[in-house]
């Protein structure tokens, strides 16, 4: 780390130019935002012709405007297997937020158990293992329910495997475990086709273990060219473990935020089990807004030619931020892989250092993800992740952002290297 | 009854003849359908407009395409809190099925419980009253969840209030009412003002008692000019018993069915409560399509009018079925009111002889809903009541069905009369 070997003086004098660089910013009352994983206004633009289509619905035969199909239109649940390489029985295609499917599935669990006569979650003791860095809202689901979180780290390859094969045959209580397979929430990461299989193969103590595989970037390259990430349920099928999935997507981050429509995967047998409960639910998804889903991308060739105008729109914003951080990492003030995907840059700082830039950029009118989010119950145990959301803002206020952020790493860094000194 | 005083012989003469009339039917090979509670195409085509519209999003603003309010949109509350009479604060604007809100009650209520601090329904005794004749899916609710459901009949001004009043003042573990305030599903019956104020002034001995008003046909007259009912929570208010009361409708039959938006309303305390466990569930409704709603039907007045449409299609529906059981009410072999608005109409025949008009119209290709259907765990404990659903064959086939049923009618009762004299 290349302020490691400075003297107080130097870093003092350091600190000071730094702080007045902060300043200078800080007096053009800036209110950026790089917090959150949205579309922008240009992506979501991309969609409207979606709204603009005529619909011909058939009176004659199902009509979508009207009750029925509690497990969605057949078209989209026919364009979702072929996606997620399933079949159309093991898929499900519901409304906007996944988030709800997962809420949902968690919520059946803990009243009636995973499958029949299994033993509701609510009355047993109940851990899930959190990858981390993750997702916040996956711990926040677990923290409600009041679900223990154990946190086993991420590798550039996935979770560590070792670990999460010992946790699962051992403690009975555990009963699930989150993961984002694919372009990782935060750290961009796809999992190894290794990873995966060793998921397929994973022999829990409680046989009411499931793998809640979130699969919210399926499509969401930066780059042309397919990332690929093997096929779960294909490895599962082999070993005869594929009640042992649920699997979830939606189209949230393809045509409208909360507005599109979520897919639940899952096998034959648990697709039957959530459908007798959900009968009771709901009458059912909105069939008008799948069947608009439908009609504007009709197949996967369309999806992921829609993706590629997507990326066209992100990517040079990832690129302006990784750029700011390049020089940065050189100095080994900051560690992190570039993502070929998703919708974040997940950047490790010095130990100790993530809650104080967080903190230098709010006050020059940069908002960011507060740091500890990635973890469960909100603490980073180093307090060195911070996520960054470089979607939403326009490119040229990314590059702004970045220097702002790149004098607010450093002006930490100098500060704990001080405090090091002093103690 | 008219065929009370007849002889075997006569009323066997009676049953060959009816029985031919039926027959003759049969050989029509028809498939008609009075089972369930859907618009009709000529409905729903009327809202095609909606689908049409130009939808202007303010991406500078709170753009609707994008993620946030998971509350609803605050024009879609606006409008809801008008129509209901309520504050902004107490609406809540969800997606396309009420039904999902009810249920997803219910499961907070028996995980969390209905109050910060109260015990989960899931860890003591629950009980709930059902209003009956009344909705399938309300008693499904209970079933799915292990609730105990107590029958208490309806009135011609609402469901037996003293025997309410004695219920939940002596039995700590009745927790929740299901209501249907306004053209009941399915007697169509509205509740009297001193049934409302009764409902206002309950005094539970559990705490955590919540009323659960489904005012699902608010809007749903049949004939010109509205049919008051007074709002519940003005006379909660006057007594402070607003947090006992959970409100629910939705536009499933005025736009689409299950595409449309439901609303919640509640206390602010209720709503404050709800909003703390929603978060953790969704990342909000489909606002786009609230927005599209909205804007189809931006005012009290524009729904109104909108409603009068639909019912100037359905009425003559309600009319042809109900001037075809004039007689037989004349004849005494069949009871109901005629409904000034909702879906259906409820018939009462014959004691022991509900189960045999179903079965005799279906042998004659005419489905209607199950007998029993419309009391908890599908038992009518007289085998009585029938549930007519008028709403979607057209007008034509209407008249057909109810030219056979009132021949299942006159032949079950015929049957009856038999078994009465033989035994």
Redesign the interface.
């Given at each position: 780390m290349i302020y490691a070997d400075l003297t107080a003086d130097k870093l003092n004098g350091l600190k000071a130019r730094l702080q007045a660089e902060l300043d200078g910013f800080k007096k053009q009352n800036l209110a950026l935002d790089m917090s959150?994983g949205?579309?922008s206004?240009a992506q979501?633009d991309l969609?409207m012709p979606m709204?603009?289509q005529?619909?011909n619905?058939k009176?004659d035969k199902i009509?979508?405007?009207?009750?029925?199909l509690p497990e969605g239109i057949p078209e989209a649940r026919r364009l979702f297997a072929e996606l997620l390489e399933v079949d159309f029985d093991e898929v499900i295609v519901l409304?906007?937020?996944s988030?709800?499917i997962m809420?949902?599935t968690v919520?059946r669990a803990?009243?009636f158990g995973t499958y029949e006569g299994a033993t509701p979650w609510?009355k047993c003791k109940t851990k899930f293992i959190c990858c981390v860095p993750g997702y916040d809202?996956h711990f926040?689901?677990c923290?409600?329910?009041g679900i223990e979180m154990i946190s086993v780290d991420m590798t550039l390859n996935g979770p560590d495997m070792d670990k999460v094969e010992k946790l699962v045959s051992e403690d009975e209580s555990i009963k699930g475990i989150w993961c984002v397979p694919k372009f990782s929430n935060p750290d961009g990461t796809t999992y190894s086709d290794d990873t995966v299989r060793r998921f397929a193969a994973l022999k829990p103590k409680a046989k009411d273990f499931r793998i809640f595989w979130d699969n919210a970037y399926c499509v969401h390259e930066l780059y042309d060219g397919e990332v690929a990430l093997l096929n779960i349920f294909d490895e599962c099928k082999k070993l005869g473990s594929e009640d042992m999935v649920y699997e979830f997507a939606s189209t949230?981050k393809i045509t409208?935020?909360?507005?599109g429509i979520s897919v639940f995967v899952t096998s034959k047998a648990n697709i039957a089990y959530a459908k007798k409960?959900m009968?009771?639910?709901?009458?059912?998804?909105?069939?008008?807004?799948q069947y608009m889903h439908y009609s504007y991308l009709p197949t996967v060739e369309k999806l992921r030619a829609h993706m590629r105008e997507e990326a066209a729109i992100i990517r040079p914003k990832f690129e302006a931020l990784i750029g700011a951080l390049a020089p940065l990492r050189k100095e080994g003030l900051v560690a992190f892989t570039e993502p070929k995907g998703g919708y974040f840059v997940s950047i490790m700082v010095q130990k100790g250092c993530a809650k104080r830039v967080v903190e230098l950029a709010k006050e020059a009118g940069v908002k960011l993800t507060g740091a500890g989010a990635t973890y469960p119950y909100g603490k980073d145990p180093n307090d060195s992740n911070i996520r960054l959301a470089p979607t939403l803002p326009p490119v040229d206020e990314i590059a702004k952002v970045a220097d702002i952020l790149a004098i607010c790493i450093r002006l930490a860094s100098v500060e704990k290297q001080l405090s090091l000194i002093e103690a």
């Open positions: 959150r949205k579309p206004t979501l969609s709204l603009e005529k619909l619905f009176p009509d979508y405007r009207n009750y029925g409304d906007g937020s988030l709800n809420f949902d919520a803990m009243l609510s809202r926040g689901i923290e409600v329910f949230s409208f935020s909360g507005a409960i009968f009771y639910q709901t009458i059912g998804p909105n069939k008008v807004n």
